[in-house]
């Protein structure tokens, strides 16, 4: 009996997810033992159209990491998801954006300007890359960049979300284990819409760090004091995000000394990871008058970055969604 | 009848690389075009972001690489806020980044380059892959490969706190050090690593230069460019890959300049054209004279090589040796055979290797004394390092907050894609000529031109074994197929 098929690819990403996988070590066999891996351009060399060359639905679990951020990623996410049986959204990029996603805060002309006129740039022609350009010998294409960047689930149906940027590589392997164990029918598969490879709560609740409910009086900034290694960050008024943010890391950031910038995404049943952390960060807050209150906030230098960082694309903002709807690009 | 071949998709890149080479009417190469369809716009979206911030943000550049972000944006950070990093910190942070190098140099040389020499450019395809390396050389060079790859990510977690996108590096330092018990744990590791560097080293001799057909290719003309080259040096003019100036020698392998990070852009400038998302950087002082070598070009090179060939030497002793020998075989500095950038990334292999074991037994590695906090108002900065594949330059600017207004980044395979670009049309055009039945070794050697720069875009097909799958369609003027050839397509 041939074995199921996996696949992985990448869109507008930066790598690490891979790495991630190939952390899981000697785990990587039970993928090779259990499924014939049919695309994978990072490990392997199939080609698009031997994609499109296999049957509908031929791919039982694919796992898609990237967001969406031209025309080419959006063709291989449709192409995928009608192959493939399960899709994942793998990792933060394709969940709900990641750190690529805050170029959502600004238009796609003011990226490519910034990019072509820093000052190191000699454009003097004000020259910008053009989708189809005619040289002596014939025309040349590159992608189509979209006016934002999307989210997998904007542009195909998702079956399962894990997020993590990457993924901790633990989390990988329980997964990989997961569907091992389906395929001997020894458990069965979540519910479509799950989100897999993390924890139920939050940051906050993996964290070691010793809470005393304090509130407090201003924030500070990491880099501005000697941080007490043992006291909860946000005790000492640096902005962490681990009341809002998905558990499953083993609050690997916090416990290094560094506050969690929130990178497994909304905890379980939180609609909105921004309003979250606002309230939560106004619960720590230690004033009732307006005007101190205010003071306070104005700690929090980038509070659009601190509250949306990784989640802007996929978050209730939807930052740019209606722009692209109303684009013709 | 101008005939177009076009290599797309290269698989195995990071984000997605496409080539094309145009034949004129004999069948002679014209022309060729390495173009990169990526723009994410880092450049736009840290604006308005806290300084401290933007070493977890331009992790998210590569997720290969993040070590040389981090870093590269820590040291810029400082610089903003015009704070010394005690020494202990600095120590710190280039132990990771020493430990980063060895696990990143380690897995170009076995998963990529080396199936190339060690089975030979013209293998059969199935063998020329890390899996026929193996087969070849015994099966526990595998379980060494994966060793180091494994030390190396375990001092990167132990200091920058995750394996991935390390989290530890803040402006004036870091958020903690390490304790005895890991320096310890670390500093085995790191003899280890050195032993294996030598190993490595020693299969390099005994493979490539022991054969005179490879040492011949690598001698040859085909991957041969008299640029410009590029590399970070310390006090004695010896590489260093986290701090120091960055040097510049010409063709003749004479300083050309020697300028402080903070000086960059008086002396790199960057190219536009309109074909591609990438920028081609080049030497100011020089001009931008096209895709050509040469004194007269401002075109240079950052890799490997180009740090060898750019400083007097090696700040330790056993790579001092092993770059001695490199240079007395080859003929002296600057080599500019690009193939023999193997050859120097393994030295380089050994010397971050020794610097490792340097920095995790000096007594104050383990010192509290890891930060320094900042009391000067926030301003501008540039943070320099030498990323694996090249020069890392990012500046910033901010206000008096400390939250950037304006950023600039140089990354390292972008220095390159000048070179590569040349390079890959020198290698077309050398091997495909008037008649050429274009084969799969051919093809391959065509490729073997651009492995030598370890493109970041590639780079993060470091683990896995295989070759960069081609497809190649060699097109009429009307644009219908008139031959396909395929490479490790099934």
């Known amino acids: 009996m041939s074995k199921p098929k996996f696949a992985m690819y990448w869109a507008a990403s930066c790598g690490g997810c891979e790495i991630a996988v190939l952390n899981i070590h000697e785990k990587i066999l039970d993928v090779d033992a259990n499924f014939d891996v049919v695309f994978w351009p990072v490990a392997m060399d199939a080609k698009y159209k031997d994609v499109e060359a296999m049957e509908d639905g031929s791919i039982l679990l694919t796992l898609f990491n990237g967001g969406i951020r031209n025309d080419e990623n959006e063709h291989i996410a449709h192409l995928l998801r009608k192959k493939s049986k399960i899709l994942v959204a793998f990792g933060s990029c394709a969940c709900e954006g990641c750190i690529p996603g805050l170029a959502n805060f600004s238009p796609i002309n003011e990226i490519v300007e910034t990019a072509f006129s820093t000052i190191s740039t000699d454009n003097p022609q004000g020259i910008r890359p053009q989708t189809s350009y005619q040289m002596p010998e014939g025309e040349i294409h590159i992608p189509t960049l979209y006016p934002v960047l999307r989210t997998l689930d904007s542009v195909v149906d998702v079956d399962y979300y894990m997020p993590g940027c990457p993924p901790e590589s633990h989390q990988i392997g329980a997964v990989i284990d997961l569907v091992v164990q389906v395929l001997q029918g020894k458990a069965e598969l979540p519910p479509k819409g799950a989100t897999i490879g993390a924890g139920n709560s939050t940051v906050c609740d993996e964290c070691k760090r010793t809470r005393n409910v304090k509130t407090i009086k201003e924030f500070s900034r990491i880099q501005l004091m000697h941080a007490d290694p043992e006291l909860c960050l946000l005790e000492q008024g640096i902005p962490c995000n681990g009341v809002a943010t998905r558990s499953g890391c083993d609050a690997r950031c916090p416990t290094a000394g560094a506050q969690c910038i929130g990178c497994y995404g909304p905890a379980e049943g939180v609609i909105d990871y921004g309003a979250r952390l606002v309230s939560a960060f106004a619960s720590v807050i230690d004033a009732n008058d307006p005007a101190e209150i205010d003071r306070i906030l104005d700690g929090l230098v980038d509070p659009a970055g601190q509250f949306y960082r990784f989640n802007l694309a996929g978050s209730l903002l939807k930052a740019g969604k209606s722009a692209f709807q109303r684009s013709n690009v | ?490």
């Open chain 2, 1 to 490: 009848m101008t005939q177009r071949i076009t290599i797309d998709p290269i698989t195995r890149l990071e984000g997605h690389g496409k080539i094309e080479i145009f034949l004129d009417d004999d069948g002679n190469v014209a022309n060729t075009y390495f173009q990169i369809p990526e723009l994410r716009g880092f450049e736009r979206f840290c604006v308005g972001r806290p300084v401290e911030e933007m070493p977890l943000l331009t992790n998210r550049i590569c997720g290969v690489c993040p070590e040389a972000h981090h870093m590269a944006a820590a040291k810029a950070a400082d610089a903003v806020y015009h704070v010394d990093v005690p020494r202990t910190g600095k120590m710190l942070r280039e132990l990771l980044y020493s430990a980063f190098y060895c696990t990143d140099h380690t897995t170009h040389f076995y998963a990529l380059a080396g199936p190339d020499f060690v089975m030979g450019p013209d293998a059969p395809v199935a063998e020329r892959n890390i899996l026929g390396v193996i087969h070849k050389v015994g099966l526990e060079i595998g379980g060494k490969v994966i060793q180091m790859r494994k030390y190396g990510h375990t001092v990167v977690e132990m200091i920058g706190g995750r394996k991935v996108h390390p989290c530890t590096s803040i402006p004036g330092g870091l958020t903690k050090g390490i304790t005895e018990e890991q320096r310890k744990e670390i500093e085995e590791m790191g003899k280890w690593a050195i032993e294996f560097a030598h190993f490595s080293l020693k299969l390099f001799a005994d493979v490539v230069l022991g054969n005179k057909a490879y040492v011949d290719l690598i001698l040859g003309d085909v991957y041969t460019h008299q640029t410009y080259y590029m590399g970070l040096v310390d006090e004695n003019n010896k590489v260093n890959f986290y701090d120091g100036k960055v040097r510049v020698v010409g063709p003749d392998g004479k300083e050309f300049v020697k300028y402080s990070p903070k000086d960059y852009a008086e002396h790199i400038a960057e190219h536009v054209e309109p074909w591609t998302y990438l920028k081609f950087p080049y030497l100011k002082k020089v001009g931008w004279k096209g895709f050509t070598d040469g004194k007269d070009s401002g075109v240079y090179c950052a890799t490997p090589l180009s740090r060898l060939n750019a400083a007097d030497g090696m700040a330790t002793p056993r790579a001092q040796e092993e770059h001695d020998k490199m240079y007395k075989t080859l003929g002296g500095k600057p080599v500019h055979q690009r193939l023999a950038t193997h050859w120097a990334r393994l030295i380089e292999l050994l010397y971050a290797a020794e610097r490792w074991v340097e920095l995790v037994t000096d007594p104050e590695i383990t010192s509290p004394n890891f930060h320094a906090i900042p009391t000067e108002k926030p301003t501008e900065g540039v943070g320099i390092v030498e990323a694996p594949r090249g020069t890392l330059t990012h500046h910033y600017w901010t206000d008096e907050r400390g939250v950037v207004t304006k950023v600039n980044l140089i990354v390292g395979t972008t220095n390159n894609y000048a070179p590569i670009s040349m390079s890959i049309n020198k290698a077309a055009s050398s091997l495909i000529k008037k008649g050429t039945v274009v084969t799969e070794p051919l093809l391959n050697m065509v490729e073997m031109a651009f492995r030598a720069y370890d493109p970041c875009f590639g780079c993060a097909t470091h683990s896995l074994p295989g070759q960069m799958p081609l497809e190649i369609t060699i097109r009429d003027a009307q644009g219908n197929p008139v031959q396909v050839l395929k490479q490790f397509v099934d």
